[in-house]
């Protein structure tokens, strides 16, 4: 696998301590900028949000696998929720896959309230999930 971090000048410890910041507490990049410096890292607000965009569905996927890797399956479950939503002035069903922890795993918005639609979202949750 090639290294992800192999053109940026910063190590990849600083660049995951930056992203994770960002992505565990609900501050600006402005602030992640000023906690960082802190720390004695000087670097740029918009330097934290390429790093963001860049880095944070790897990040996010990591954890993501380390999370259901350490639950055993028969600790560990999920279940499908279903909300009602108004977007643009209509109704829609927001569908969401949601853990034993309250955390929603994943989210399909559709029109219509059918079998179809649920029996879609279900595949693709159980899919990426497990049972």
């Known amino acids: 696998m090639r290294n992800p971090f192999r053109y940026f000048n910063s190590s990849p410890e600083v660049i995951r301590l930056t992203v994770m910041l960002y992505i565990r507490y609900p501050l600006s990049l402005r602030q ?20 963001w965009s860049r880095f944070g569905p790897m990040f996010a996927a990591e954890i993501r696998k380390r999370r259901i890797q350490s639950h055993s399956y028969s600790r560990w479950r999920w279940h499908m929720d279903e909300v009602f939503v108004r977007i643009n002035g209509k109704t829609c069903y927001l569908w969401r896959a949601v ?8 989210v399909f918005a559709t029109r219509c309230r059918d079998r179809k639609a649920a029996l879609a979202f279900l595949k693709r949750a159980m899919k990426r999930y497990g049972r």
């Not at 992640?32 to 790093?51: A, K, Q, S, Y």
């Not at 853990?99 to 994943?106: A, M, T």
Request: proline share 0%; with cysteine; net charge negative.
């Open 99 to 106: 853990d034993h922890e309250g955390e929603v795993l994943e």
């Open 32 to 51: 992640i900028e000023d906690v960082v410096f802190e720390r004695g890292i000087d670097i740029c607000h918009e330097t934290v949000r390429l790093w």
